[in-house]
């Protein structure tokens, strides 16, 4: 992931020890060369990677093997609300490290300008209410996978922001990452908002079609269940 520029470009690939990137800024001394820049850029998106391989391969083991479930006693609800806590946190630390990635890389001219900036505001203020109304409309157990924990909806939630989108709270975030590197003006946030729509778009690959499997499965055992009487 690079920009060439005239000379050195946004990212160089000059040699440096992670020790020389991390002891710096863990010491507030900031970023001292173009490598340390790639390394919090490489960071930042092996973080962006890391959550959505996280919280499938969790609510998986939960499903078939009760793991969570079975850490909190064998209660559920709790190893669902359990999981949202380390998923919640997990996002802080991303966006965390994400805004460091950026403020370590150059700007660009041209996503300096008044255009840029409002567009950033926009996709920021649509991003947030994609996400915050889809929380809202699913709650706790219905945001962070209380599916896979037999926590299930009683109807597909079909209000906004559904009927806008099927994943609004993927799309959201998104358009939040897309909107933070316009406003920071960074090429380089671009590159990794990239990323985070592709690690989405195969997250879901793999999700609605085991929730929607989840879902046909209690619907054929409340026919089932039916013909019984």
């Given amino acids: ?136 409309a699913l709650g706790v157990t219905g945001t962070y996978l209380g599916d896979y924990f037999g926590i299930l909806m009683d109807d597909r939630v079909t209000s906004f922001p559904f009927n806008v989108t099927d994943a609004p709270m993927y799309y959201g975030s998104t358009m939040s990452f897309l909107g933070t590197a316009l406003l920071m003006g960074k090429p380089a946030g671009i590159l990794l908002t990239l990323e985070v729509l592709s690690v989405y778009m195969v997250a879901l690959t793999y999700e609605d079609p085991f929730t929607a499997q989840i879902y046909a499965k209690r619907e054929q055992r409340e026919r089932v269940e039916k013909k019984s009487y």
């Avoid at 340390?36 to 998106?45: E, M, T």
């Avoid at 559920?76 to 630390?93: D, E, K, V, W």
């Avoid at 300008?113 to 209410?129: E, K, Q």
């Fill in 1 to 136: 992931m690079s920009y060439h520029g005239s000379s050195r470009g946004l990212i160089d690939f000059n040699q440096r020890s992670l020790l020389g990137i991390v002891w710096p800024y863990a010491a507030g001394e900031g970023c001292r060369s173009f490598t340390d820049r790639i390394i919090l850029s490489q960071v930042s998106a092996l973080s962006i990677a890391f959550n959505p391989i996280f919280w499938n391969v969790a609510a998986r083991q939960e499903y078939h093997h009760k793991v969570i479930t079975k850490l909190f006693g064998g209660n559920s609800r709790l190893g669902c609300y359990a999981l949202a806590a380390t998923i919640f946190s997990l996002g802080i630390i991303r966006d965390a490290l994400y805004g460091r990635a950026l403020k370590a890389q150059p700007g660009h001219p041209l996503l300096e300008t008044d255009v840029s900036n409002y567009a950033a505001y926009a996709l920021i203020g649509a991003g947030n209410v994609l996400v915050l109304s889809s929380m809202w």
